[in-house]
């Protein structure tokens, strides 16, 4: 995201009064590997670059790759944390954090980073990760049991009005939690979650979704057969990517998938161990351990009717 002129002119005074061209210099590298001011500014190398020349070209670098937000992340951290033993106090970094707000973002004190304010927007990355960057996410897997016999038994009109259904259902117990739809193909779809208790809410979505849809069943379905719906949620590191295929490779989302197609009946929810463990005693007391053929341990919760 860009910011306005305004927002990074103030950043640029904030550097300029705050911190030595070295300190500017180590944070810019910090997000741009291989970061070289003299080359970005022009100046010979045998001449020290004023602060305030050098603050310019470095807030104009972080906003013409749409990293500012990012920028200010480290700003707020070595006022908070401290670099290299020392902490920083930043000139205008309360007016530059409420910049930042203006521009549709908030902090996240968890993750420490801004990201966007879904009330205004959402976005597939929540306005904060970059490309090939590596995250640990938890993973929520949905698949529509028996997709290609309901596809063939009934009319066209009929399934896209009944998915349309299933993924409002989704869509509501996901984007209430945060959640971003990353892949959704007709017969299910991948969601994430990175920020906050990123595996507790993917697992209480996945719940919602099954009690919804089992009252979608019984009250509202278009249908003569009842849809029925597969969900795993499984957390690991991923490399943030657009790119669907190069999703597919990921590790933890195949391990997702598996754990989905293999092992989870229909309308049930399966856990990896990585992400029960994590839920508090209440929780996963409504989850029973599954004996698995590959050896892991995996947690099962079920809704069904007659």
Known sequence: MKVKAKLENLAVRALAESMTVD??????????????????????????????????????????????????NLLIKIQSEGLMGRKYKVS??????????????????????????????????????????????????????????????YSAELIQKTYTDLKDIVDIAIERRNGRVWSWEGDGGLIAFYFSYKKLLAVVSA???????????????????????????????CEYTENEEELKKNDTVKKVVMIESKHTRPNTITLS??????????????????????????????????
């Open 23 to 72: 300190v500017m210099t180590v944070l810019a590298k910090k997000l741009i590997d291989g970061y070289d001011l003299y080359d970005r500014t022009g100046f010979p190398e045998n001449i020290p670059i004023p602060n305030l020349d050098a603050a310019r070209q470095i807030l104009k670098d972080m906003n013409g790759l749409e990293i500012f937000p990012h920028f200010v």
């Open 92 to 153: 205008y970094l309360h007016e530059i954090i409420e910049g930042i707000t203006e521009h549709g973002l908030i902090y996240d004190n968890i993750n420490k980073i801004f990201v966007e304010n879904p009330t205004m927007r959402r976005t597939r990355n929540w306005g904060a990760l970059r490309k090939s960057k590596e995250y640990i996410f938890a993973f929520l897997r949905l698949d529509i049991v028996k997709n290609s016999e309901l596809v063939r038994k």
């Open 207 to 237: 719940m919602e979704i099954i009690h919804e849809l089992f009252l979608y069943n019984r009250l509202f379905r278009k249908l003569n057969d009842p849809i029925a719906v597969r969900l795993a949620v499984h957390s690991g590191s």
């Open 273 to 306: 161990h990585t992400v029960y463990e994590s839920l508090d005693s209440v929780l996963a007391d409504q989850f029973t351990q599954l004996k698995a053929g590959d050896g892991r341990r995996y947690y099962s919760y079920a809704l069904e009717w007659d």
